[in-house]
């Protein structure tokens, strides 16, 4: 299981739960996503740049990864989940999201574009927007 931390401005951490539960400022990344919000008011863009940290995972699992955790913040369903997690806990059902979420996972076959060097750049729109 992997857990996101996001950092101010613009950025997420994503390592393993399991590491992070050990000693969370040892856990290593295994990937970083920058958030680039400079166009989103004037063109209704946001730039979003993914990059593999920890060869823990695969190119295609990290797309995987970022497209979800982008999912999760631009849908506004799915963006009741992470507010009710970050401002309800005792009231946000952590089993029934991990299923969810696993379901998904499974479901979703194929990666992304993928560079060789292990990059993984996607663009992405508004909030109000399908992150791609």
């Not at 920058?34 to 190119?59: H, P, Q, W, Y």
Request: hydrophobic residues 35%; proline residues 3%; aromatic residues 10%.
């Amino acid at each position: 299981m992997i857990i996101s931390q996001f950092q101010t401005p613009n950025y997420f951490l994503l390592a393993f739960l399991e590491d992070y539960q050990m000693d969370p400022a040892r856990a290593q990344p295994l990937l970083t996503i920058s958030i680039f919000d400079d166009f989103a008011e004037d063109k209704d863009v946001t730039l979003v740049r993914c990059d593999i940290i920890n060869r823990g995972i695969e190119d295609d699992e990290g797309y995987k990864i970022c497209k979800r955790l982008l999912d999760d913040y631009a849908g506004e369903e799915d963006f009741r989940n992470v507010h009710m997690f970050n401002k309800k806990p005792d009231a946000f059902d952590v089993d029934g999201f991990v299923k969810e979420k696993e379901e998904l996972w499974k479901a979703s076959g194929g990666g992304g574009k993928n560079s060789e060097d292990g990059v993984i750049e996607a663009a992405a729109g508004n909030k109000s927007d399908n992150a791609v």
